[in-house]
């Protein structure tokens, strides 16, 4: 018999044409790897193992990872070993802590910000450098808040303060629950964000009070035997423009991005409660309230709620009156600017501005890789489009399918129709 291996160009084509309905089959028998339930490896007629480029982590010929552009990765497969890594956390639990690390996030609308989670990262660094002697990380919160996930960003511990008077701009009532907790617990560390949120002035108080020299502007931190509380801190200064070093204080506030939050542990969140009563203090200051604020003024880096308009908008006047209804600050896509539509300040992107908003809700953009750079440090998108197999669809926490324009009318006329409604009760 002769050893000449015979070829079947029809099933070699079929295997190559993931489009025709054999595809799977003839992939299955041909298939010895399988990753994410699809073949990526198999024996190819000569002998030499043959990959398949669209495979999820196909690593190319110089050793570049290829970029998924069929959704696997962003879409359902994603998702799915996004909750299995979420599931396989490994569970900490420190019953005796050797000392305690104070964290006062700014908790805006609420939630945990990216700049919280950063700084509960660094406040999980300094806790458990030391593996036979971990620390425990101590939040305090200040008013209501809607977080479920407290134990996932690395919180041990949780003093819960939501009293009326905590509750908007009070930083004497709250520096005077800081100074119980202080008097109770004794934490070794006080982390702060450096935010104009109330990060930045309340850490300074603390500072005063404790009578300790605040580091403020902390981007890193790293290990120095010779500091007398083992570490030591790189700050900005100089408006930004130089790095100062110098022993890590009792009392920091640390910029955004000071380390990676806390992704591969979930911790207890034991909540606890203050044995010592809180003196009430007479406060000098009154709030107020906010000041309503022009979301078109808003710079795009620094506004929560983006109102992003894409090719797939037909009717700009009834975008802008629709963003005006939101109260949203308006974006666009690099078409939309493109074609005069919006201003270049206003574009999204890698090749625009990269955006931090709360809530990201994008209308006909199908969603480039530069735009998806973007918006990747968004909290939650939402995507209005016609297409539901376009990256962006992919991408949003919420996708709406439909027409543009009859979904923002329609939305526009719940949220005035809802603040008539509220405006009858009063």
């Known amino acids: 018999m002769s050893e000449i291996i015979r070829r079947d160009p029809r099933r070699e084509w079929i295997a190559r044409n993931r489009l025709h309905p054999d595809n799977a089959a003839v992939l299955a028998a041909l298939g010895v790897n399988r990753a994410g339930g699809a073949v990526s490896e198999w024996m190819g007629p000569s002998g030499v193992v043959r990959k398949d480029p669209r495979a999820i982590g196909f690593i190319g010929p110089n050793g570049v990872k290829r970029i998924d552009r069929s959704g696997l990765q962003q879409g359902g497969q994603a998702t799915a070993a996004t ?51 971990p620390g425990a990380v101590v939040a305090i919160l200040f008013g209501e808040h809607k977080e479920e996930a407290l134990g996932e960003a690395g919180i041990d511990r949780v003093v819960h303060l939501d009293d009326e008077f905590y509750a908007g701009f009070a930083p004497e009532a709250r520096l005077a629950a800081l100074s119980a907790v202080e008097r109770e617990m004794t934490p070794r560390f006080w982390l702060l964000p450096d935010s104009p949120l109330g990060g930045a002035d309340l850490g300074r108080r603390l500072a005063l009070r404790l009578g300790e020299r605040a580091a403020t502007g902390v981007w890193q931190v790293e290990a120095d035997n010779e500091a007398s509380l083992g570490w030591r801190c790189t700050a900005r200064g100089g408006a930004g423009s130089l790095d100062i070093q110098r022993p890590l204080p009792r009392v920091a506030l640390a910029l955004a991005e000071c380390a990676e939050p806390v992704d591969e542990t979930r911790h ?101 890789i530069q735009h998806l750079q973007g918006i990747q440090r968004c909290d939650k998108v939402v995507a209005i489009n016609l297409d ?38 009063a």
């Open 83 to 133: 909750t299995a890594a979420r599931d396989s956390r490994r569970t900490v639990t420190i019953d005796q802590p050797a000392f305690l690390v104070a964290v006062v996030p700014d908790l805006t609308g609420g939630r945990l910000s990216g700049h919280d989670k950063d700084l509960l990262g660094l406040a999980r660094r300094v806790a458990d450098a030391d593996a036979e002697q």
């Open 268 to 368: 207890a969140a034991e909540h606890l409660t203050l044995t010592a009563s809180i003196p009430t203090t007479l406060s000098r200051i009154e709030d107020l309230g906010q000041v309503a604020v022009d979301p078109a003024g808003v710079a795009l880096a620094e506004a929560e709620f983006i109102l992003s308009g894409g090719n797939g908008v037909k009717q700009w006047d009834a975008f802008h009156h629709a963003a005006k209804v939101l109260g949203a600050t308006e974006g666009a896509s690099r078409v939309a600017v493109d074609d005069g539509f919006m201003a270049r300040d206003r574009q999204v992107g890698a090749t625009g501005t990269w955006v931090t908003a709360r809530v990201y809700m994008a209308v006909g953009i199908s969603g480039a």
């Open 388 to 425: 539901p197999g376009c990256d962006i669809i992919k991408r949003a926490d919420l996708a709406v399918i439909g027409d543009s324009t009859q979904i923002l009318a329609a939305l526009v006329a719940m949220v005035e129709q809802q603040r008539g409604g509220q405006r009858d009760a």
